[in-house]
């Protein structure tokens, strides 16, 4: 157990006092309520899944807003977020509208057909009020391919109606959609296991 | 609609044929299987809320291994996430053991307290072979801060058995957890709505 002099402690609680009062600053002149929109980008892990620890945010609060997932690459392979998210019965809503990652199609119009399909079931479920969080996953792929017309992804997505939270994930986020959001994290690669012959994980990625 | 020539249709395709190629190599050569130790650190949001995303991948899995969860800074308040994650009953184990963050309790020897507390649950947890995945939330604030001694933890987390997965979340991760973990990612903060005026929304950060 590490020891703590009585100058130790009180310069903690000086230090901390001090720190509590700039923290209580902060968040009392913040006051607008909005749906955010956020994205989700970088070469690191922690995209899609960070959006999936969100999904649990919204489901655990008692208002029973529901939780909408369209995936823009991912066909309709299992995977356990979606088996776990599932459970939640009709409060999620989830669809993948993907054929897989563009090296496995090898067929751009097919590719842009599906972008398309995936597109016009988000701006349905934009306009469903029950929605408090609505999961664009992948949708930076299929923006970066051109899969999509960037200023009208943008308009929508700007344009959401009150309460809405959208996430949008991938990487390579367009610099338009980073203008437009709230809230942007750059997920960074330190270190991968693959790197280390270290096969994919099940519970980790799948 | 975007026109697609016959000449980019090829081009497309030959490109992603060899991106195909490379991908199935790199996957053919990874071959360990082993429980990973995992940090999420950075300034920017999704650190937890990845780590919580997952749970919900193990949580997925037919296996029925369990989540273990021990927040480090976190008390007993309520949280969506939690509620959430609680729905799974006994598949989830969640402890918040702390007494809130430094500059809320503005105590050194209370904080070291709990921080020690915490730890010896998560050893107890460590043993439990029903787990599949354990969350140590925010263990990196209790690090920075010197409330239990880093050669010890990091020795224990290196020492894990088999097939446990450890996630470690929190700012300022230490150069000697990043060094022992096998995966890291940096969360940055790109744009953050706190700047705008905008508070804390529901669904997003509680």
């Given amino acids: 157990m590490t020891e703590i002099s009585p100058e130790d402690a009180a310069r903690h609680r000086a230090k901390m006092e001090k720190r509590k009062a ?5 968040v009392a002149e913040k006051s607008v309520e909005k749906g955010l929109l956020i994205v989700h980008t970088g070469p690191g892990k922690g995209k899609s899944t960070a959006a999936f620890g969100l999904a649990l945010r919204t489901l655990g609060q008692p208002d029973g807003a529901k939780v909408g997932v369209v995936q823009f690459i991912k066909g309709a392979w ?8 599932e459970s939640f019965g009709p409060r999620v809503e989830w669809h993948s509208m993907g054929e897989g990652f563009t090296w496995e199609t090898q067929d751009l119009a097919r590719d842009i057909a599906a972008a398309r399909r995936a597109w016009d079931k988000v701006r349905e479920m934009m306009d469903d009020p029950a929605i408090g969080l609505l999961i664009l996953d992948e949708l930076n792929i299929a923006l970066r391919y051109d899969y999509l017309p960037l200023p009208e992804v943008v308009a929508a997505l700007s344009a959401r109606r009150a309460g809405l939270h959208i996430v949008v994930t991938g990487r390579n986020a367009k610099a ?19 790197k280390a012959g270290v096969k994919a994980q099940k519970g980790i990625e799948f």
């Fill in 176 to 194: 338009e959609l980073i203008e437009a959001a709230d809230l942007v994290t750059e997920m960074g690669l330190v270190k991968h296991h693959f």
């Fill in 22 to 26: 700039v923290q209580d600053a902060e």
């Fill in 78 to 85: 299992e995977s356990g977020e979606r088996r776990a998210l």
